[in-house]
């Protein structure tokens, strides 16, 4: 299968200046991307994942010619990206939840139909089957400032591969989205990828969407890489890890290492513990007798939840 991204030993360090006083600055280096390797083939659906400065953003203005690398190699369609920016922005397309592709006095229609005429791809069966998947057309004439936020979201997918590429990054793109908005985004991400072969590389913090999509994953953290396979294996690693779900009043956190709180909500708490430690009646055990718990449930940690338990327990996985 063709390699369509070939990343090899990737740094990307930035310099720092701290004033010490009104004269004199001091420098430091920042080490935002350590020697990072992967490769994504044609046709992958991956997730990107990492926290808020682990190095997402900085790796994907990399992919994408917008930032140069301090060292190491990075092939985007065979070509280094920063010197071949414009040779691969045909091929390339790009949503960032937080910056628009629109223009905001325009009805919808115009901002699709400007785009298509600069990537001089106006190919309206493409354009057609994007409305009527996100079921944009009752409001194709209004202009975009007068939509609803799910409404410009949609639009702003559509914006994003109107020029058909065969690669796109989706940063944080159903971020702030009501349900509905959300799933049609994921249901035409699948249908895409599916239909065209497309690849599509998904940042975000909405955890369950990289479990609807991708088969695969790439877990950044601190600049580098942590983990690079199968979400489904991922999860396997932190498999001795339960959830335990308590319903109830005055239920009061544990001391006991090995079971953490996971969550507090209105009428129940949730805690995490190794199933090579403790069984389920331990814990029930443990409850003390001010407590009153009506009800517990036993369940399996979500992708969210594991990254949650890895910031506590460590990476067991490296």
Known sequence: MQEVIKVKNLNKDYIIKNRISFFRTSKEIKHAIKDISFSISE????????????????????LLGILSKTSGSINVFGKEPFYNRQKNASNIGVLFGQKSHLWWDLP???SFNYLAKIYDNEDKEWLEYLIEELNVRE???QPVRQLSLGQRMRGEFIASIIHKPKLIFLDEPTIGLDIETKNKIMELILKINEKYNTTIILTTHEISDIEKVCKRMILIDEGSLKYDGKVKKYKEIYNNYKKIKMY?????????????????????????????KFTQLDIIKMIPNQCVVKETKLLDLNLQEILLVKSKVGDTCE
């Open 108 to 110: 919808l229609i115009d």
């Open 139 to 141: 409001y194709l004439l």
């Open 248 to 276: 109830g009043e005055n239920i009061v956190d544990f001391s006991v290492d090995g079971i953490f709180l996971l969550r507090t909500n209105v009428d129940s708490k949730e805690f995490v513990f190794d199933v090579t």
């Open 43 to 62: 046709g992958e659906i991956v997730g990107y994942i990492g926290a808020n400065g682990a190095g997402k953003s900085t790796m994907i203005k990399l």
